[in-house]
């Protein structure tokens, strides 16, 4: 299945994401680990069924730090 990587500018910051699927949505976000990537098997598996979406937190991955605000 296609996935989608790009990031949103939210709530005064920039944050990564990817997407893939389709249907009701379902919204994966990690903890301490590093980033998204933690839910690689999980969206392989869910996104036969909803579209699913994984972010990494501010300051985490891909996404910006949160004191540096939208790049």
Do not use: K
């Amino acid at each position: 299945m296609e996935q989608i990587h790009g990031s949103a500018n939210v709530n005064g910051t920039r944050l990564n994401f990817v997407m893939t699927g389709e249907g009701e949505p379902v919204v994966f976000f990690h903890g301490l680990s590093p980033n998204h990537r933690l839910w690689d098997e999980q969206l392989a598996f869910f996104s036969n069924h909803f579209c699913v979406i994984a972010y990494d937190l501010r300051g985490f991955g891909a996404s910006a730090d949160p004191q540096a605000g939208i790049e």
